[in-house]
């Protein structure tokens, strides 16, 4: 069965600091990997997608996240944060189960930005 | 632009009561999925549907009913059988059923509570 981890349920950094948040996923075959951004009463907006090839992926507003197949880990990176960044992020998994694409989600790690 | 519209984004349900969210794309999607988001728990997968007149139970399916009748068009019925409903739903979409590496398109979501 696949599964995600997102150890850290809140994190707190300073505007302009840099910013990791971790990931670790399991699934028996090559992952499909996604990250979203939830802001508070909206819908999931998709941040960025590994399929294959290069490991380190680029997505919209700045972010990127590397694909360590040996760590099974999948970690959103930004080199400086800003204050509207701040919202609910997902990793999630997707993969085909009994026929059809099943994505499973993380249970959200919430970003708060302090000035 | 194309995307999923949900509606209401606020709904009430007294004790007893059916009610129907509604879910609309036009992006062409063929497949469509239903999940329910509570605090800390990450979203969980209630109903998909690879095609019309086509679904198919995820997760936590009890007490919730589904129908299929038009490609664009997905309502969640959440039945007086459900007896926790209070919680933010979310509909989404993708392309190609089936193909694992395709992300779903999210709409805003709905948030039912109980009166």
């Known amino acids: 069965a696949q599964s995600v981890t997102q150890p850290d349920i809140h994190i707190t950094v300073s505007e302009g600091a840099s910013l990791e948040l971790r990931c670790n996923y399991s699934?028996?075959?090559?992952?499909?990997l996604f990250w979203y951004v939830q802001s508070p009463g909206q819908g999931l907006q998709l941040l960025l997608k590994y399929f294959s090839g290069d490991t380190l992926v680029q997505g919209i507003k700045g972010f990127e996240a590397e694909f360590k197949r040996s760590q099974s880990s999948f970690n959103l990176r930004k080199p400086s944060v800003h204050w509207s960044d701040a919202a609910e992020y997902f990793c999630a998994v997707g993969g085909i189960t009994g026929g059809y694409q099943k994505v499973t989600f993380g249970i959200g790690t919430k970003l708060q930005v302090i000035p | 632009d194309g995307g999923i519209t949900q509606s209401p984004k606020y709904l009430f349900r007294k004790e007893g009561q059916n009610v129907t969210l509604s879910c609309e794309q036009n992006?062409?999607?063929?497949?469509m999925y239903w999940y329910r988001q509570d605090p800390g728990q990450g979203l969980r997968l209630i109903y998909y549907?690879?095609?019309?007149?086509?679904?198919q139970k995820g997760d936590i399916a009890e007490g919730y009913s589904v129908s299929r009748e038009k490609k664009e068009s997905f309502p969640l019925t959440v039945t007086s059988a459900q007896k926790n409903p209070t919680a933010f739903y979310l509909c989404?979409?993708?392309?190609?059923?089936?193909?694992?590496?395709?992300?779903?398109?999210f709409g805003d979501g709905t948030r039912l509570s109980i009166l």
């Open positions: 992006l062409n999607h063929d497949a």
């Open positions: 549907s690879q095609i019309v007149n086509d679904f």
């Open positions: 699934y028996g075959a090559t992952p499909y």
């Open positions: 989404a979409s993708s392309t190609r059923q089936g193909v694992s590496n395709q992300p779903q398109h």
